[in-house]
């Protein structure tokens, strides 16, 4: 006579073990489909999201340096100095000198640059800086005595810059300032120094990289 009780031990035997079979299957599969991709994970995948990405901050830059200057451009971006607390306008959130984007960032509501980042980066969570890098007299970029606009840490990045000219009759365009940059610059603290000494020799004032390191 077939013994019922040891066959249905054995069903539930392997009944257990294709349960136990299909959830380790589904956990596999949720943590496959849970990868995100970032533009620090090597392999072809990663290129393309790191050239797609260098292409949007390019063309963040570039539509913010064509601006009108009403919407606070990129040359006005880079002139927005408040003398009296030594920073970019309404910085102090960091007590740099500089922006720290937050949903309330002057960074934001200020310039046609930082609604881009905003809608595009920022609130997709990923992180980035602005440096100002300036010509010295030698006309090249001086790396060592840059000015950040925005920093928010460390970390590999794709890279994007885009070129500014500041002009001698150029302005600070902060509220209430209205200082020309060379006189900000020697009596007044802004960090963007003349690429030559001689303020009749050029009206260009200096040449300044807008370079963004997105991450």
Not at 11 to 28: D, K, N, R
Request: glycine letters at 6%.
């Amino acid at each position: 006579m077939r013994d019922n009780t040891t066959t249905d031990r054995g069903q539930a035997y392997t009944l257990e073990g294709f349960v136990s079979a299909m959830i380790v299957l589904m956990a596999v599969l949720f943590a496959l489909q849970s990868v995100v991709i970032t533009p620090t994970t090597g392999g072809l995948a990663d290129r393309t999201v790191e050239a797609q990405m260098q292409q949007e901050t390019q063309d963040a830059l570039l539509i913010a340096a064509t601006a009108d200057e009403e919407e606070n451009n990129l040359s006005r971006m880079v002139r927005y100095w408040d003398i009296d607390n030594g920073e970019f306008q309404d910085a102090n959130d960091s007590g740099q000198g500089y922006y720290q984007p937050s949903n309330d960032s002057a960074f934001y509501d200020e310039f046609v640059l930082g609604t881009i980042m905003f809608d595009r980066f920022t609130s997709s969570g990923m992180s980035y800086n602005i440096e100002l890098v300036a010509q010295n007299e030698s006309g090249e970029f001086d790396d060592e005595n840059s000015t950040y606009l925005v920093y928010q840490g460390e970390s590999e990045a794709v890279t994007a810059s885009y070129t500014v000219t500041l002009y001698e009759s150029d302005t600070l365009t902060a509220p209430g300032e209205d200082d020309e940059l060379r006189d900000a610059y020697e009596d007044e603290n802004y960090p963007i120094p003349p690429a030559h000494d001689n303020e009749g020799d050029s009206k260009v004032y200096n040449v300044v990289e807008v370079r963004m390191y997105i991450w």
